[in-house]
């Protein structure tokens, strides 16, 4: 919602714009929740949030200011995420996984939810710049809550110790992980690089659609990806109970996904609506790999 008025007002090219968005660090986060309770992560994370929305409240001069704030967004964005699932581990039996990791994932959709619609009409009304202001402060409210009202598990006792470089060379030595990656990389991170920032240019200019129509679009797009993240646990859940496991789950997502992005690229006769909903739920896979393996 707020590419465009970042372009111009700080007069980003297409590089500049997209270099911002993919500032997402969620194999850092990953590192240090194996190392702390996630109430401590949790509650430290939020503020980098906040603080990555303050970089955005005044007129940013230069573009090392933007980086450095969508770099705090994106940091504290990871480690909330992973110190929520591994809330999970904690506080949960492991066969229910699945089910509440698509749970937690669908409720942070919904924050895609408020980014169209809702986000169209407070931009309108204040501003993008008193837009973030009010996420940073929201956001450091639930940090607040987090820390002050959030008992930790008993199993929190028990988290592995050790450096950041221990944990990095854990996950980079795991043939689990190099099963994943690409698969992720190409499917999961692409379905988000599309849905974050290309999408709404793809409606403008290829498609021309007015503001409305992409407005639209993008909140079909944002509830197919919540509603496909509880669909998507659900599913595995029930798949491992008949012994299917969530990575047979997850490669016939990639080849939908394949189907739909060549459906797209050839202008078949299927509705807009539908094939980028599609992409959307895409994302959602994120479930699934974070139950692997089956």
Partial sequence: MIAAPLTLELELDAGQLGLLTSL???LRGSADTSRHPSRSVWSAADPECAAGCCCGRRRIVCYIRQFAGRALLGLGVAASLTAGLK???LWFPKDRLPFLNGLMVMLGAMGAVTATSPAQLLL?????????ALFAVVTAGCSAMIYLLVPESASARS?????ALDSLKKIYTDPHFWRLAPLSATSIGT??????????????DVEGLDRTALVQHLFVM???LSLGALLLGVLADQLRRCGIGTEALLAVVGLVFIAVQVAIIL????????????VAAVGAATVL????PG
């Fill in 87 to 89: 809330a999970l581990v």
């Fill in 124 to 132: 309108a009304w204040v501003g993008w710049r008193t837009l973030f």
């Fill in 24 to 26: 997402l660090s969620h």
């Fill in 159 to 163: 988290v592995m110790r050790g450096t």
């Fill in 289 to 292: 790999q974070l139950c692997y």
């Fill in 222 to 224: 944002a509830v197919a």
């Fill in 267 to 278: 202008r078949w006769p299927l509705s807009s609506y539908f094939l980028w909903a599609a």
């Fill in 191 to 204: 379905a988000w690089a599309l849905q974050g920032l290309w999408a709404a240019q793809w409606f403008t």
